[in-house]
């Protein structure tokens, strides 16, 4: 009888363990779900550095294509911005997520942007935590000293971005913006959630979504959102960072 409980016992560690890994495909990416979408709680108990550890990680998960460039100048505390070649070009800001590898994404997004050159005026938020508002009426206050003139105006949101999003799109509208990406947006809280799914519905045409199964935290808005706008796309591989790849590559083709 012993024998037999302790064979059931081990029959069901094995499918608890399947189902499991179902949605965690490694160790590393668990690691990195809860940098992402559990930022200050989990770094409260221990799953993830603090903000100001420095060291860095060869993981994968972290890294974006290469390419360069230049630096940008800083608005105040809320981010760099850079200007393009052209001053008729695209205005894109961006607002990404939490730390990652001891990373603002003030810095880490640029992994992905490098590749788009100076083909854009582009402001990155400096963290997940500036004030969107705020930081949009900086950048507008740059472009017009420097005589910059957008021909389109893109929102890009990346993670832990939904929240200087969520502030700025509720000041000035979705209609500011020519087109708005949703990059694996956590959308964890029923509120943020409902917020981007209205968002998505009332703009179908103009918002393009890049997921992985688990980084909304919210399978209702992730299904709702992905069935709704004109570009709905999961990564490939899951892969929370590189969602980014694929964002970029479709802004690179829309404008």
Known sequence: MKKVLTNLSSVFLILNIFTFMKYIKSIEEFKFMNEQLFGDIAKKVGLIKDEDDKSTSSSSTAKGPTGKIKEGSKVGDLGKFTPAKQKTAPLVVVFGGVNVNGKKSGEYMYDYFNKTGDNYNLFVASDHKVDGKKAYEQIKNSI????????????????????????????????????IYLVDIWMGDSKVGK???????????????????????????????????????????NNHMKTNEDAVKSLLSYT
Not at 148 to 162: A, E, N
Not at 201 to 229: C, H, L, M, P, W
């Open 144 to 179: 017009n000293r420097e005589s910059i003139k957008p021909s389109k105006k893109i929102l890009y949101l990346f993670s832990g971005g939904w929240r200087p999003g969520k502030d700025l799109l509720e000041s000035v509208g979705a209609k500011e913006f020519d087109k």
């Open 195 to 237: 917020f981007y799914t209205e968002l998505a519905n009332n703009n179908k045409g103009k918002v393009e979504y890049f997921y992985t199964s688990f980084g909304a935290n919210n399978e209702k808005a992730r299904k709702d959102i992905s069935q709704s706008v004109s570009k709905g796309e999961q990564n490939r591989e």
